[in-house]
């Protein structure tokens, strides 16, 4: 069993819909949680990153961490054409472990006009 | 511009030749990572440098790989004795070092895709 858990997709939407990506975890050691975006044949680009539990809003984008049930949430709201990406949760212990990220597989999205 | 490079973009080699990557993080950051992404996968770590010291390798990092700073700025990552296996796309970020809670960001260059025939 893989460490960080994601649904592949794909997932299709149309535009101006509201998208929400979960992951979910196993290792409770694990502190810091960020939401990465990758376009094809690119780097990944970050988006958001919560430290512990709670919600964090940017823009368009809600990232949510429920460290009671290891659970993480992206949200993303009147989605967009240019949104349409792989999108990534990953995790990162910190202490000793600190920058040592830990991805899930990605889940495919793309956005229709 | 001032964002992690990657070189080259795309290598192709055949099993068994050794091949060479190089990567030139962000100039203010002192630690450097090397991930591994296969098709349809999400990046997988590697190693991982605080200037020139490397810190941590995976277990993915068999004798065949090495990864160098020596200066404590770009990296190489050398792989030899290729396998069809190793074709993936190779990814370098670099960041600065933690402090307390401070919030961090690992900044990804554009990877180099590696095809081994």
């Known amino acids: 069993q893989k460490e960080v858990e994601q649904d592949p997709g794909p997932l299709s939407v149309p535009e101006g819909a509201i998208v929400s990506l979960n992951c979910t975890y196993s290792n409770s050691a694990f502190q810091y949680f960020m939401w990465y975006r990758q376009y094809s044949r690119k780097g990944p680009e970050l988006l958001m990153y919560?430290?512990?539990?709670g919600n964090k809003e940017d823009g368009r984008f809600t990232a949510q961490v429920d460290k009671s049930s290891k659970y993480i949430s992206l949200f993303i709201r009147d989605s967009q054409p240019s949104d349409s990406a792989t999108y990534l949760c990953?995790?990162?212990?910190?202490?000793?472990?600190?920058?040592?990220?830990?991805f899930g597989q990605g889940t495919i999205l793309t956005v229709h006009p | 511009d001032t964002g992690v490079s990657q070189d080259p973009r795309h290598k192709i080699t055949k099993r068994g030749q050794n091949v060479t990557f190089r990567c030139d993080p962000i100039s203010e950051h002192n630690r450097l990572y090397w991930y591994r992404q296969t098709l349809g996968q999400g990046p997988e770590f590697l190693t991982y440098f605080q200037n020139e010291a490397q810190l941590e390798k995976s277990r993915l990092l068999s004798d065949r790989f090495s990864a160098e700073r020596p200066k404590g700025s770009f990296s190489t990552l050398e792989i030899q004795r290729t396998e069809q296996g190793d074709s993936a796309m190779y990814l370098c970020a670099s960041s600065l070092p933690p402090w307390g809670d401070t919030s961090y960001e690992q900044y990804f260059g554009p990877g180099t895709r590696l095809t081994v025939t």
């Open positions: 919560t430290y512990s539990s």
């Open positions: 990953a995790t990162d212990a910190g202490g000793t472990s600190y920058g040592k990220l830990t």
